[in-house]
């Protein structure tokens, strides 16, 4: 899939930012943008690129502060307002929120100041109506980072979508996440991680599971062996890209299905690991990779 120009606040633009014309974009013509702590909201990405192959995006991993599922929630809101600032100056016809923890602290105020600029969507909401629509019993299992776990999201979301008929079983992974990313071959250290986060959700005998983490989906065979072929396990990236293509609809931003999307990436860290790593969690090639520089992060090495 080719990597062409996008659009910068409504102008035409190079890869490197430089703006070649005056001329406004169509709203349509501007990608939807993404991001996340670090490389696991890619595996949101795969589903929007495999489902909307007509639309360009612009994904931003924030991988000079990763891991964000140990921080407080503040600190974590700070973290996505700043991203999302990027990604708009930039060009946007959607934000998607990709990223679990970034999520529970600040979507309620990310929609509240962005509603007249671009719709948003995120994780959590559509994981938790997919969760709803599969539990047999009620009975609904959650691994997550402890930020996640901690802000209550999930809880609020999946009760708003049961009517309150269901109970859920929540267990914090504070080292899964960090584990996956380093992008090695899953080692023993993975499957006892993810042993020991289902456990509690084997006890408490849950038929559904949701995996509260772009990352864990990288493992998702494993969670499933763990948990057992008839607990019925829920991602994020389906449900994102199914919500991503009704939002554009309803709100006549779509673009045109018969032409061919790009795919653009940005990283807070360093550029060379992102694609490396990335490109395993993407499944499809990542050519290049620009840097941004976040507040609080020592400036990345690039090479000229």
């Known amino acids: 899939m080719p990597q062409t120009g996008f659009r910068v606040a409504g102008r035409s633009a190079c890869h490197d930012g430089a703006v070649e014309s005056d001329v406004a974009a169509e709203p349509r013509d501007l990608p ?4 996340d702590s670090g490389v696991g909201g890619l ?3 795969h589903e929007c690129l495999v ?3 007509h639309e360009d995006f612009l994904y931003l991993g924030d991988t000079a502060r990763f891991p964000y599922g140990t921080r407080p929630q503040g600190e974590l809101a700070k973290f996505a307002r700043e991203l999302a600032g990027i990604l708009l ?3 946007a016809k959607l934000l998607v929120v990709a990223c679990n923890s970034a999520t529970a602290a600040a979507l309620p105020a990310l929609r509240r100041e962005l509603e007249d600029q671009v719709p948003v969507v995120a994780v959590v909401g559509p994981e938790s109506r997919l969760a709803a629509r599969a539990t047999r019993r009620g009975k609904v299992g959650l691994i997550a980072t402890p930020a996640t776990v901690a802000s209550g999201a999930y809880e ?3 009760a708003e979508a ?3 008929r269901s109970t859920l079983y929540s267990t914090p992974s504070p080292d899964l996440a960090s584990l996956i990313q380093a992008g090695g071959e899953v080692d023993q250290r993975t499957v006892e991680c993810v042993e020991r986060a289902c456990q509690p959700l084997r006890d408490a005998g849950v038929d559904t599971a949701i995996l509260g983490c772009t990352h864990y989906p990288l493992v998702r065979p494993l969670f499933q062996r763990t948990l057992g072929r008839g607990v019925s396990v829920i991602s994020s990236g389906e449900a ?5 293509e009704r939002e554009l609809v309803k709100r006549d931003l779509a673009a045109p299905r018969h032409r061919r999307g790009s795919y653009h990436f940005l990283s807070s860290g360093d550029p060379e690991e992102f694609r490396r790593v990335g ?3 993407l499944q499809l090639p990542i050519a290049r990779v620009e840097h941004v520089q976040v507040a609080g992060a020592a400036p990345a090495q690039v090479p000229a």
């Open 240 to 244: 994102i890209a199914s919500e991503v």
């Open 43 to 45: 595996t949101v990405l």
């Open 279 to 281: 490109t395993r969690f």
């Open 156 to 158: 609020r979301e999946l």
């Open 51 to 53: 489902s909307l192959p």
């Open 32 to 35: 939807v943008a993404v991001f």
């Open 162 to 164: 049961t009517g309150g």
């Open 89 to 91: 100056q930039r060009g």
